[in-house]
């Protein structure tokens, strides 16, 4: 299973646009990236995936470059309610779990 | 969307006694259901694999016969705390994969679980 590393936390001002990269040196042909949100004593919210180049939806983009090693989520204009842990995963389809890394903690600040 | 429930959503109990959860796929199959556990500031870690009709997939270091697996449907996946201690204390969430060539796993809410 292909392992994530990202920053631990990272701070932001309210209206900032918010980057968090994830580094999957080890990731499969097979394997997709999703990125997933976490309140405290919540269950991981799905935020976007992607296989490779760019994708955004109505909440985020995610960039991948071709080698696909590495994705940037990118947060638009955060809000204080974007304040929580996000998760970048690899994985690919059928009985394969998500394995979870340590996740990066985002503070949104006034 | 999908959605995926779990019930209880928080349970309390003495040490020694059992504690059944559910985890339910509410709009969609899921063959497939995963079972993690997550302490405070720790990030969720993976318990065990759940396939309907056959025996779970336990990973590294989490004893099965304390923690019961069961996946009878393609709607259910009960687990089952059995003489439960207070380090068993811990958030539990499940996940399901739909039925079928996907990608996608979608999380429950979580149950909070307080061994006294």
């Known amino acids: 299973l292909a392992k994530t590393t990202q920053p631990i936390s990272m701070d932001s001002y309210e209206g900032q646009e918010v980057n968090i990269t994830c580094s999957h040196n080890?990731?499969?042909?097979?394997?997709?990236i999703t990125w997933y949100q976490q309140f405290p004593s919540q269950g991981p919210r799905f935020i976007i995936q992607?296989?490779?180049t760019k994708v955004t939806n109505e909440v985020a983009s995610l960039f991948i470059p071709a080698d696909r090693k590495s994705s940037t989520l990118s947060l638009p204009r955060v809000s204080l309610s974007d304040t929580a842990v996000y998760y970048c995963?690899?994985?690919?389809?059928?009985?394969?779990?998500?394995?979870f890394g340590k996740g990066t903690r985002l503070s949104v600040i006034a | 969307g999908a959605v995926v429930s779990q019930h209880p959503s928080r349970v309390i109990c003495k040490s020694g006694t059992s504690v059944k959860i559910e985890c339910r796929s509410l709009?969609?199959?899921?063959?497939?259901m995963f079972w993690y556990r997550q302490f405070p500031k720790q990030s969720l870690m993976l318990m065990a694999t759940?396939?309907?009709?056959?025996?779970?997939?336990?990973e590294q270091g989490v004893e099965k016969d304390k923690f019961l697996i069961n996946h009878a449907s393609l709607t259910l996946s009960t687990l089952t705390v059995t003489s439960a201690h207070p380090e068993d204390s811990s958030f539990y969430i499940c996940?399901?994969?739909?039925?079928?060539?996907?990608?996608?796993?979608?999380f429950g809410p979580g149950t909070r679980l307080t061994v006294t």
């Open positions: 996940s399901a994969r739909p039925w079928g060539d996907s990608y996608e796993q979608y």
């Open positions: 080890n990731i499969a042909t097979n394997d997709y």
């Open positions: 992607g296989y490779k």
């Open positions: 995963l690899v994985g690919a389809k059928g009985n394969t779990p998500l394995v």
């Open positions: 709009d969609f199959q899921a063959t497939t």
């Open positions: 759940s396939n309907e009709g056959s025996k779970a997939t336990y």
